[in-house]
Antibody, heavy 125, light 107 residues
Framework: EVQLLESGGGLVQPGGSLRLSCAAS????????MSWVRQAPGKGLEWVSA????????SYPDSVKGRFTISRDDSKNTLYLQMNSLRAEDTAVYYC??????????????????WGQGTLVTVSS | AIRMTQSPSSLSASTGDRVTITCRAS??????LAWYQQKPGKAPNLLIY???TLQSGVPSRFSGSGSGTDFTLTISCLQSEDFATYYC?????????FGPGTKVDIK
């Protein structure tokens, strides 16, 4: 059974940093791309980052580019999201999601077939 | 960025009804479209990918169609467990974008 367990959320002041972790089990972690998707309170879904199965490729939307860094440790079956220079608009539940493909390039099946339960990040003074 | 829109934003229906939700992309995305279901307080669940391919384990009352810019999700016979919010997502190009959601509630 695929399981994704996020941790690391919490309250942080504007301009601060936070690192989220996602422990994966039930599948061959290194063989799949991974992603983070967030959801602000009462709002819709926003894709935040993705990393290929090899870890060699990453991608971000403009809203977080230069502030967030996605990484993975295949030896620990763990995905990370380092978030710096946090803003109030980054307040959201952050979901870790498994991608259906190893690659995150055009033509790939870049859909999110398993999700964690989410971890809440609140940016407020 | 490709903008995704959905209609309606919400609908009320009864168990047994046939429900159709529309998703439109601001530019052509071929069949690079997925649908998700989300229940309150829970993570989204993948229903359909490649516009019309049912994810393993998803009931056959769910179906998807379309290509290019216009897509539909149909629930053929609404069940009590289907009351939820539905999102479309394009994976044709970066950044991957979701529609704003369609909430299906009980009439």
């Amino acid at each position: 059974e695929v399981q994704l367990l996020e941790s690391g959320g919490g309250l942080v002041q504007p301009g601060g940093s936070l690192r989220l972790s996602c422990a994966a089990s039930g599948f061959t972690f290194s063989s799949y791309a991974m992603s983070w998707v967030r959801q602000a309170p009462g709002k819709g879904l926003e894709w935040v980052s993705a990393i290929s199965g090899s870890g060699g490729s990453t991608s971000y939307p403009d809203s977080v580019k230069g502030r967030f860094t996605i990484s993975r440790d295949d030896s620990k079956n763990t995905l990370y999201l380092q978030m710096n220079s946090l803003r109030a608009e980054d307040t959201a539940v952050y979901y870790c999601a498994k991608v259906s493909d190893i690659l995150i390039t055009f033509g790939g099946l870049i859909v999110f077939d398993y999700w964690g339960q989410g971890t809440l990040v609140t940016v407020s003074s | 960025a490709i903008r995704m829109t959905q209609s309606p934003s919400s609908l009320s229906a009864s168990t047994g009804d046939r429900v159709t939700i529309t998703c439109r992309a601001s530019q052509g995305i071929s069949s690079y479209l997925a649908w998700y279901q989300q229940k309150p307080g829970k993570a989204p669940n993948l229903l359909i990918y490649a516009a019309s391919t049912l994810q393993s384990g998803v009931p056959s009352r769910f179906s998807g169609s379309g290509s290019g810019t216009d897509f539909t999700l149909t629930i053929s016979c609404l069940q009590s467990e289907d009351f939820a919010t539905y999102y479309c997502q394009q994976y044709y190009s970066y950044p991957f974008t979701f529609g704003p959601g369609t909430k299906v509630d009980i009439k």
